[in-house]
């Protein structure tokens, strides 16, 4: 078996409780391959400007979160609650850009995810982001500016028009590729897909090193 990485590229949005819910899973899969596994996310607005943003207690949503989002989260050991607002991703997104750039992603993806399924704080809100950097410890004062100036809009724009490209219509959406593969040859995985799956794609793309 050939030690060359397996990538998963993963596009999601912070307003998708199913991203969220995807998230153990991986810590498990970096657990146990370790530096064979290299996982990047992607951005991927679910309600861009100026489509509609969904009615926070809407029957839809209360329907789908009795139906799939409690049962899931408790399977998967997240507490996560119905937010009460429905904010656009776009500034969160950015935000995270921002973190990314310092060396300090994980803090902020992880710190937006409960921010707003465990807390129900409003992520599309600057003034939330910063509370939220502040507390993963990151400089609030270089993010306001990053926001300030849209710095990172074009980043969030790019990994969006790459999903596009490659027929991506939903979140999460998994690409698993070895390292030297081109995304268009990955194996793509949509929703939260369970362990099993994920270790058997991973297995065969490692078998075929």
């Known amino acids: ?21 995807e998230l153990p899973l991986l810590d498990q899969l970096k ?3 370790g530096e064979r596994l290299i996982v990047t996310w992607h951005a991927f607005e679910l309600r861009p400007d100026p489509v509609p943003t969904l009615i926070p207690d809407s029957h ?19 507490t996560l609650r119905l937010p009460p607002v429905q904010p656009r991703s776009r500034r969160a997104l950015e935000a995270v850009e921002h973190a990314r750039q310092v060396g300090q992603f994980e803090a ?30 990151i400089d609030t004062v270089e993010l306001e500016a990053a926001l300030e100036e849209n710095r990172y809009t ?3 724009l790019d990994d969006e028009r790459l999903a596009q490209a490659l027929g991506i219509t ?9 390292q030297d593969e081109p995304y268009e040859d990955a194996i793509q995985l949509s929703g939260a897909v369970d362990y ?10 490692m078998a075929q090193r």
């Open 60 to 78: 839809y949503l209360r329907s789908t979160w009795a139906r799939a989002v409690y049962p899931m989260a408790e399977e998967r050991g997240l």
């Open 1 to 21: 078996m050939s030690a060359t990485p397996i990538h998963i590229d993963i596009w999601s949005d912070y307003v998708c409780p199913f991203c969220y819910l």
């Open 170 to 178: 939903a979140v999460p959406t998994l690409l698993l590729r070895a």
């Open 31 to 33: 657990a146990h391959y």
């Open 108 to 137: 902020m993806h992880r710190g937006l995810f409960k921010a707003f399924f465990e807390e129900g704080r409003d992520i599309g809100r600057d003034d939330i982001l910063l509370d939220i950097a502040n507390l993963q410890g």
């Open 154 to 156: 074009q980043p969030v």
């Open 196 to 205: 099993e799956r994920l270790t058997s794609a991973i297995e065969t793309l």
